[in-house]
């Protein structure tokens, strides 16, 4: 299977990925840790990357194409891709197509996670970690057994990102929207979008996403 998953950030996109990577054996392409990883290793197009992200440019869809083309060419067949963060425009939708065609292979499914934005700012503007072992935590959903003791590693010091401000959340929903706007048109066009109820527990939302890959 060759899916890609859409949803805002905190929607859960990442820990689904992980977990069709664990239990499905499927690869996970985030087009970001992708050119991290070729401009770490001093690849041509990474350094190519890198030369444009230093002038504070965009990347072009032909670097990411690049990326993306080298990481199929690498994959076993047997091996189902989870593409994430792209494609995020229509252009890119439909390289994409040429690229999994390139390798013999074709999108199976778009999977939307949907979410309600006054639910999802509660669930990320609420989230806190412990600073030492990175156990995760809630101010209404999940506090420490013991007020102010990591229920893990027994540390006392927490932290929050400071972009898990209502502001940001909101923000991030909106720009979300724009960018996947011109692409959900073109997958429905072909019949491949399903939407799952993202707010579900963690468990119920990977089943729903399974029972989409086995049908």
């Not at 891709?81 to 197509?97: C, K, N």
């Not at 540390?155 to 720009?175: G, Y």
């Amino acid at each position: 299977m060759n899916i890609i998953l859409l949803g805002p950030p905190g929607a859960g996109k990442g820990t689904q990925a992980h977990r069709l990577v664990a239990q499905h054996g499927m690869r996970q392409l985030s087009t970001g840790d992708m050119l991290r990883a070729a401009v770490k290793a001093q690849t041509p197009v990474g350094m190519e990357a890198k030369a444009i992200m230093d002038r504070g440019e965009l990347v072009s869809d032909e670097i990411v194409s690049a990326l993306i083309d080298a990481e199929l060419a690498a994959m076993p067949d047997a091996t189902g891709a989870i593409f994430d963060g792209y494609p995020r425009t229509r252009a890119q939708a439909e390289q994409l197509d040429e690229l999994l065609a390139k390798h013999g292979r074709k999108l199976d499914r778009v999977i939307e996670l949907q979410v309600d934005e006054d639910a999802l700012v509660d669930r990320i503007t609420g989230r806190f970690t412990c600073a030492k072992c990175g156990e995760g935590y809630h101010d209404r959903h999940k506090q420490p057994a013991t007020e102010g003791v990591c229920d893990k590693c027994g540390s006392t010091e927490f932290k929050r990102r400071p972009d898990d401000n209502e502001e940001t959340v909101r923000h991030r929903m909106q720009v979300y929207r724009s960018e996947t706007a011109p692409i959900l048109p073109y997958y429905e066009e072909q019949g491949l979008v399903s939407r799952v109820d993202g707010m579900g527990s963690i468990t119920d939302v990977t089943e729903s996403i399974d029972a989409l890959i086995a049908d």
